[in-house]
C-alpha cells in the first residue's frame, strides 16, 4: 500500500537531476528529494485507518424495548406475599418490614398487608425503605423491641365470652349446664365412634367403620343383577347386519365407480 507513495518521489527526483539513477538508492533519493542529508535517519508517514465501522447496521442506535422499571404498588396498597412493590436498577430503595430483596434487586412482599414508604433514621439516616404494614392503619417503622403483629402467619383475635353464673358454678357451659344437656352428652359419646391412631401419625376411623357408614344411615343401593352376555352378543350382531343392509339399500340406486386398470409393467431389456 505504501509503495506507490514511495516511488513517487523517486521518480520527481529521478526527472529533475541529469544523473543516472542507477547507484542511486531509494531512500538517498527520498533524501535529497525532501531538501534532507544522507546522514540524517528517514522518517516515513503513516495513514492510520479505521477499524470501526461508521455507519451501517453494525453500528445502528441501541434502544432496545423498556425494562418497565418504577413503582407497581403504590402506598396504601393490599399486597399478598410473592407481590412485586418496586424494579429497580441498582439500590435506590431498601427493603424494610416484611419486605426482601429479588436478584435483580426489586422489592417484594412477604407478608401479607399494606404497602408503606418510609424512613429509618434508627437503620440509616439517608435510606428509603419500602415495608408492608401489617394492619391498615399501622405506620412504619415499627417501634424497637416491640411485640411482633403475627405469629405463624395467624392474626390475634380478641375474643368477648360472657361468663355465665350457672356455669360457672357448675363447670359446664350454659348449653350443657342441667339435666337434658348431661343427657345429650352421653347420647353423643355413645354414638361417637373412638377414633384410632393410623399410619402418619393421624387418628381416623378403621377402613370396615367408614364402609358401613350407607347401612348407619340406611341408604339403600339398587342391588346389581347381572344379564346374559349371550344374549347381549346375538343383539349386538343383529343390529350390526341391520344397519349393513340399510347402507346396502342407500347406495343401490348409486353407480359404482370404475377401478382404474393398471398399467402393465413393461421391462426393458
Known amino acids: 500500500m505504501l509503495l506507490p507513495r514511495i516511488l513517487a518521489p523517486v521518480r520527481a527526483s529521478a526527472q529533475s537531476s541529469s544523473l543516472s539513477i542507477a547507484p542511486i538508492r531509494i531512500f538517498d533519493a527520498l533524501r535529497t528529494a525532501n531538501g ?3 546522514t540524517t535517519s528517514p522518517s516515513l508517514s503513516f495513514i492510520r485507518n479505521a ?11 441501541k434502544d432496545g424495548p423498556g425494562k418497565r422499571l418504577g413503582a407497581k404498588k403504590a402506598g396504601g396498597e ?11 436498577r441498582g439500590t435506590a430503595w431498601y ?11 426489586c422489592i417484594f412482599a412477604t407478608e401479607t398487608g399494606y404497602v408503606r414508604y418510609y424512613r429509618d433514621p434508627l437503620k440509616h439516616p439517608d435510606r428509603q425503605y419500602i415495608g408492608v404494614a401489617l394492619n391498615k392503619e399501622d405506620t412504619l417503622p415499627y417501634p424497637r423491641n ?19 353464673t350457672e356455669a ?24 361417637s ?18 364402609g358401613r357408614a350407607a347401612e348407619r344411615a340406611n341408604v339403600r343401593v339398587k342391588k346389581f343383577v347381572p344379564g346374559d352376555r349371550w ?18 339399500l342407500r347406495n343401490a340406486g348409486k353407480k359404482a365407480a370404475k377401478p382404474k386398470q393398471r398399467k402393465p409393467r413393461v421391462i426393458k431389456a
Do not use: M
Not at 95 to 105: I, L, T, V
Not at 146 to 164: F, G, S
Open 36 to 38: 534532507i542529508s544522507a
Open 51 to 61: 477499524t470501526h465501522q461508521s455507519q451501517g447496521r453494525a453500528n445502528g442506535a
Open 78 to 88: 393490599y399486597v399478598i406475599p410473592g407481590n412485586i412493590i418496586f424494579r429497580q
Open 95 to 105: 427493603p424494610g418490614e416484611n419486605c426482601k430483596f429479588g436478584r435483580d434487586h
Open 146 to 164: 416491640a411485640p411482633r403483629k403475627r405469629r405463624l402467619n395467624l392474626v390475634a383475635v380478641p375474643r368477648n365470652v360472657a361468663l355465665d
Open 168 to 191: 360457672a358454678v357448675s363447670g359446664l357451659p350454659a348449653d350443657l349446664a342441667g339435666p337434658e344437656g348431661i343427657r345429650r352428652v352421653q347420647q353423643d359419646k355413645k354414638s
Open 193 to 210: 365412634t373412638n377414633l384410632t391412631l393410623r399410619t402418619k401419625y393421624a387418628y381416623a376411623r378403621t377402613n370396615w367403620e367408614i
Open 231 to 248: 344374549t347381549a352378543w346375538k343383539k349386538s350382531r343383529a343390529r350390526i347386519q341391520k344397519n349393513e343392509e340399510q347402507r346396502k
